[in-house]
């Protein structure tokens, strides 16, 4: 038991890091980064369907709070994809390349 709880910490902290350097990604206006989130988004999402019975019959904490998180998630992947978002990373891209 033990094991399994030094890899989910382990894994945990490696996703923590890599969302992190995601995060820094998409504020630079690096496209990779962009890219990776949607892929987290999507992975993410998956990982809640296959648990929904565990969410939605857990406390109701758990429910808002994902539900809460999968909004937010929706929201920000919204903005950095309609064309405003587009047109900065674009812009971010242009200017990077100058350097």
Partial sequence: MQKNGILVLALTAFFS???ALAIVGISNGYNWARNL???F???GLHGATSRLDEIVNGPTFYLIFEVATY???SIVLFLIF???GTLWFQQSNDHTEDL
């Fill in 71 to 73: 909004l937010l998630d």
């Fill in 41 to 43: 988004f999507v992975l």
């Fill in 17 to 19: 890091v890599v969302m």
């Fill in 37 to 39: 989130s949607i892929v």
């Fill in 82 to 84: 309609s064309r405003p």
